[in-house]
């Protein structure tokens, strides 16, 4: 069998295969990635620049996602039936109805609403903005005596006299603009108990009183920690929405949910329907899930940018080694060793490259995801993700493609290393060659691809399809890039004549250039 060997064209037996292999790999290929810093530096920054879009944005996605997710499940607690109007708030008048129904374990009214901060003089920390949040806020009004949770409102008296048998602080159901503020809020807006801070309501400014913050819990939590517990009458008021509720949250146990909501669904007006939470889930995921495909789709843009720089590197790599491979196959190294040879450095770019791009990536994210919660705020649904979520397949996903698309792009280098007899390498004046015979055949492969991302962009019942829309616009890509070698050859003339009369002479040789060392200027 006959393996690598930089010392004679003798074959080995199996077991030196792998070390002559790793002997060639670090004499050969190491030296030249250490050397070429530039040309290193350069697929470095293409792999890891294409993993960063791409887990930074898929980050920002999940994030934004897990921010609603959580904000849901926390203020809807334990319920598992969700009431809302399809198309504004519900009359106060079906509240009863569904507290009296057998099977409900209990029912809490809701109004919710986000309200930006009134930035006047004299507002203190509430005139602050952060990178991530915006100066606004979830106003959250409940009826704490509907749902058990009289926990949430301060106690009377000293602060070791406010056990649970405490008599409740009766302001926060008769001062009209008193609000309970999640500590999270409190402390980046430099507010505290007795403090007053400023809003817009409809474009009216009107002023809250703190009388109290919120204990750290899930629900302080919510919106990413930006809240605000305000009494239900009270915030209906404020919110200018008397005897109407925005949501009732319904708790029923696991064998009566099915019945209770159908009673409901039956009793209830037309216009008011009733689903668990998680169809609420669904519901807000579909309706951003375009949006976050569209981001998706251009971050591979990105990757996709970034194989041609990888290959464009890896082929003027080859072409200054044509001497060195000439060599290495007089010496008994197989076409598949040559091949391999190249491989084994586009993976282990592709490797470094990807942990680079993680990292980037991550970094990256903490950027991306004030900009795409604050879209998906103003255009579909109120977000407020302040926390990353990475997960265990983001960075295996990231890894691949950073991985994926260094092997991709080095196919054809190492192809090219491996398919050239030893002679005909020797021979510079051949290095242009197979570009030029692959000109046409990749011209009409590319006019082909031109012609179904036509298909696809101008037909309308193909164009409603979002997975032919993406193929269609990488087919547009990909097929530019393989009619740029005909066009080089074909129109090289005329370009040089062209930059002769502009340029002058030193325009003439930069377009000779251009035609003559197809292999570096073109991207096939």
Same mark, same amino acid.
């Given at each position: 069998m006959t393996t690598f060997s930089p010392h004679t064209g003798a074959g080995h037996d199996e077991a030196a295969g792998p070390s002559a292999a790793g002997r060639v790999f670090r004499t050969v290929s190491l030296r030249h990635l250490f050397h070429d810093t530039l040309r290193t530096l350069l697929i470095l920054? $293409?792999?890891?620049?294409?993993?960063?879009v791409f887990v930074s944005?898929?980050?920002?996605?999940?994030?934004a996602q897990e921010a609603f997710r959580s904000t849901l499940g926390v203020v809807s607690g334990p319920a598992n039936l969700l009431i809302r109007g399809t198309s504004g708030p519900?009359? *106060?008048?079906?509240? &009863?109805?569904?507290? =009296?129904l057998p099977g409900v374990l209990g029912a809490s009214p809701r109004v919710e609403a986000t309200l930006p901060l009134a930035n006047s003089p004299g507002d203190g920390g509430a005139a602050n903005d952060d990178s991530t949040g915006g100066a606004s806020f979830m106003l959250l009004g409940v009826d704490p005596f509907t749902q058990a949770d009289l926990e949430l409102i301060p106690r009377e008296g !000293? &602060?070791?006299? =406010?056990?649970?048998?405490?008599? &409740? *602080?009766? =302001? +926060?159901?008769?001062?009209?603009?008193?609000?309970?503020? @999640? *500590?999270?809020?409190?402390?980046?807006?430099?507010?505290?108990? #007795?403090?007053?801070?400023?809003?817009?309501? @409809?474009?009216?400014?009107?002023?809250?009183?703190?009388?109290?913050?919120?204990?750290?819990?899930d629900l302080s939590k919510a919106f990413g920690g930006d809240l605000a517990v305000m009494d239900l009458a009270n915030a209906q008021e404020l919110l200018g929405r008397v005897g109407r509720l925005d949501r009732i949250d319904v708790h029923t146990g696991p064998e009566d949910e099915a019945r209770v909501s159908a009673d409901i669904a039956r009793l209830l007006p037309k216009g008011v329907t009733v689903a668990p939470p998680s169809t609420r889930m669904r519901q807000a995921e579909q309706m951003v899930s375009a949006f976050q495909l569209n981001l998706t789709a251009l971050s591979l843009i990105s990757a996709l940018v970034g194989v041609f720089i990888i290959y464009n590197a890896l082929l003027i790599a080859v072409l200054k080694r044509r001497r060195e491979i000439a060599t290495l196959r007089s010496l008994g190294v197989t076409r598949a060793g040559v091949a391999a040879l190249f491989l084994g450095e586009a993976a282990l770019l592709g490797l470094v490259g990807a942990g680079l791009g993680l990292l980037l990536g991550w970094w990256l994210a903490r950027f991306t995801l004030g900009a795409v919660s604050g879209t998906i705020s103003v255009l579909y649904l109120q977000v407020r993700a302040r926390e990353l979520v990475v997960t265990p397949e983001t960075l295996m996903l990231g890894a691949a493609l950073g991985l994926g698309s260094s092997l991709v792009a080095g196919l054809?280098?190492?192809?090219?290393?491996?398919? %050239?007899?030893p002679a005909e390498t020797l021979r510079e004046q051949t290095a242009s060659r197979p570009a030029r015979r692959r000109a046409l055949p990749w011209l009409l492969?590319?006019?082909?691809?031109?012609?179904?991302?036509?298909?696809? #962009? +101008?037909?309308? !019942?193909?164009?409603?399809?979002?997975?032919?829309?993406?193929? $269609?616009?990488?087919?547009?890509?990909?097929?530019?890039?393989?009619? %740029? &070698?005909?066009?080089?050859?074909?129109?090289?003339?005329?370009?040089?004549?062209?930059?002769?009369?502009?340029?002058?002479?030193?325009?003439?040789?930069?377009?000779?250039?251009?035609?003559?060392?197809?292999?570096?200027?073109?991207?096939?």
């Amino acid at each position: 069998m006959t393996t690598f060997s930089p010392h004679t064209g003798a074959g080995h037996d199996e077991a030196a295969g792998p070390s002559a292999a790793g002997r060639v790999f670090r004499t050969v290929s190491l030296r030249h990635l250490f050397h070429d810093t530039l040309r290193t530096l350069l697929i470095l920054g $293409g792999i890891a620049l294409g993993v960063a879009v791409f887990v930074s944005v898929r980050i920002a996605n999940t994030s934004a996602q897990e921010a609603f997710r959580s904000t849901l499940g926390v203020v809807s607690g334990p319920a598992n039936l969700l009431i809302r109007g399809t198309s504004g708030p519900l009359p *106060d008048s079906v509240f &009863p109805i569904v507290w =009296r129904l057998p099977g409900v374990l209990g029912a809490s009214p809701r109004v919710e609403a986000t309200l930006p901060l009134a930035n006047s003089p004299g507002d203190g920390g509430a005139a602050n903005d952060d990178s991530t949040g915006g100066a606004s806020f979830m106003l959250l009004g409940v009826d704490p005596f509907t749902q058990a949770d009289l926990e949430l409102i301060p106690r009377e008296g !000293a &602060p070791d006299q =406010r056990e649970r048998g405490a008599v &409740p *602080d009766m =302001r +926060f159901f008769t001062q009209r603009d008193g609000v309970l503020l @999640s *500590d999270g809020f409190a402390q980046r807006r430099g507010l505290k108990p #007795g403090s007053t801070f400023r809003v817009n309501v @409809s474009g009216v400014p009107r002023r809250l009183t703190v009388l109290g913050v919120l204990p750290p819990s899930d629900l302080s939590k919510a919106f990413g920690g930006d809240l605000a517990v305000m009494d239900l009458a009270n915030a209906q008021e404020l919110l200018g929405r008397v005897g109407r509720l925005d949501r009732i949250d319904v708790h029923t146990g696991p064998e009566d949910e099915a019945r209770v909501s159908a009673d409901i669904a039956r009793l209830l007006p037309k216009g008011v329907t009733v689903a668990p939470p998680s169809t609420r889930m669904r519901q807000a995921e579909q309706m951003v899930s375009a949006f976050q495909l569209n981001l998706t789709a251009l971050s591979l843009i990105s990757a996709l940018v970034g194989v041609f720089i990888i290959y464009n590197a890896l082929l003027i790599a080859v072409l200054k080694r044509r001497r060195e491979i000439a060599t290495l196959r007089s010496l008994g190294v197989t076409r598949a060793g040559v091949a391999a040879l190249f491989l084994g450095e586009a993976a282990l770019l592709g490797l470094v490259g990807a942990g680079l791009g993680l990292l980037l990536g991550w970094w990256l994210a903490r950027f991306t995801l004030g900009a795409v919660s604050g879209t998906i705020s103003v255009l579909y649904l109120q977000v407020r993700a302040r926390e990353l979520v990475v997960t265990p397949e983001t960075l295996m996903l990231g890894a691949a493609l950073g991985l994926g698309s260094s092997l991709v792009a080095g196919l054809a280098p190492a192809y090219e290393a491996a398919s %050239t007899p030893p002679a005909e390498t020797l021979r510079e004046q051949t290095a242009s060659r197979p570009a030029r015979r692959r000109a046409l055949p990749w011209l009409l492969t590319g006019l082909a691809l031109l012609m179904v991302a036509a298909i696809a #962009g +101008f037909t309308p !019942a193909l164009r409603a399809q979002k997975v032919v829309g993406f193929a $269609g616009a990488f087919f547009l890509l990909l097929g530019v890039a393989l009619t %740029t &070698p005909a066009l080089i050859v074909y129109l090289g003339g005329g370009m040089q004549a062209a930059y002769l009369r502009l340029f002058g002479v030193e325009g003439e040789l930069a377009a000779h250039e251009v035609r003559a060392a197809l292999d570096r200027s073109a991207a096939v």
